[in-house]
């Protein structure tokens, strides 16, 4: 595989999401990156990232099926990334995903080359923005932001990025890992 899978991890409500979309925009006329839609068993209309919806039965034919590259599930759902993802990373592309942090360890064996961006704010934030998108309550809230520290692997090389000041920081910071990544996959591919 000549590509490299950047894999953006953080807690919810840190702002993968925003970071994911603005990089899409500033990125979408350079062919060397991928962002792919994710597959999830969540309603079409429930907010957020754009995403595929499919019912939890649906979604289990397909993981029986092969259909995903990756698949896992938090939060009572079910998340997967389609089966020509691993293509991208094969044809030498950087291929953008926000994925779990429990799949982490799981990457190198399916794509290769792994960068990971690790998103973080502090918890208070973290309580703040996930009070204001209303999508968890109570206990459903408490315990993801109980999740927020977490070891992440070191068998790949990992960025962090702080989301708690201003967005355009955290913006250009996400853009530089991004393009970082690029940069190596040019430099290892044959002249």
């Known amino acids: 595989m000549s590509g490299i ?19 899409r925009l500033q990125l979408i006329e350079d062919d060397r990156f991928v962002f792919p839609r994710r597959v999830v068993t969540r309603h079409p209309q429930a907010g957020g990232e754009i995403f595929d919806s499919l019912s939890r039965i649906e979604f289990d034919a397909w993981d029986q099926a092969g259909s995903f590259s990756l698949s896992w599930r938090a939060h009572g759902l079910g998340y997967g990334l389609r089966r020509n993802v691993l293509g991208a990373v094969e044809d030498g592309r950087c291929v953008v995903a926000n994925v779990s942090r429990s799949v982490l360890p799981d990457l190198p064996g399916i794509f290769g080359e792994v ?8 918890p208070a934030v973290l309580a703040s923005r996930l009070a204001a998108r209303g999508r968890e ?31 355009e920081i955290a913006q250009a910071a996400f853009l530089d890992a991004l393009i970082a990544a690029a940069a190596e996959v040019r430099s290892v591919q044959p002249a």
Do not use: C, Q, W, Y
């Open 5 to 23: 899978f950047i894999a953006v991890v953080g807690p919810s409500g840190v702002g993968k999401d925003t970071l994911l979309d603005h990089a």
């Open 115 to 122: 960068r990971i961006v690790h998103v973080t704010a502090p």
């Open 137 to 167: 309550v109570g206990p459903e809230m408490d315990s993801r932001i109980a999740r927020f520290e977490t070891t992440l692997p070191t068998t790949s090389p990992v960025m962090t990025i702080d989301n708690s000041g201003p967005i």
